[in-house]
C-alpha cells in the first residue's frame, strides 16, 4: 500500500496500473487514474490494520479546491509469485 500511496504523490500512473491485479487491470482507466493522482496534493498515509491480504488506511489529500479530505479504504492484494497485487477496494 505505501508503494501505490507514493506513486500516487509522484505520478507514476504506470506503476499504479501494473499494480492492478491481473484479473482487475483491464477495467481500470489510465487517464482517470492520472487524474485522480494529479488533481490533488497527497499528504499523508496513515495505515489502521493490516493482514495478510488486507490494509485499511487513510489517505490524506487536499483536492482541487484546496480542502483536506480524507480517503478511507479497506483494500484487498493478491500474491502471484514475489508480487502483489491490488485487487479491489471498499
Known amino acids: 500500500m505505501r508503494a ?5 504523490v509522484v505520478g507514476n500512473i504506470d506503476f499504479l496500473y501494473n499494480t492492478f491485479h491481473p484479473t482487475t487491470r483491464r477495467f481500470q482507466n489510465k487517464n482517470a487514474i492520472e487524474q485522480w493522482a494529479k488533481e490533488n496534493k497527497w ?43 491490488y485487487v479491489d477496494g471498499r
Open 4 to 8: 501505490r500511496y507514493s506513486a500516487f
Open 43 to 85: 499528504m499523508q498515509l496513515s495505515i489502521l490494520k493490516a493482514t495478510f491480504s488486507t490494509v485499511e488506511f487513510e489517505a490524506h489529500y487536499l483536492d482541487a479546491t484546496m480542502e483536506v479530505q480524507i480517503h478511507y479504504e479497506k483494500s484487498t492484494f493478491k500474491q502471484q509469485g514475489n508480487l502483489w497485487y
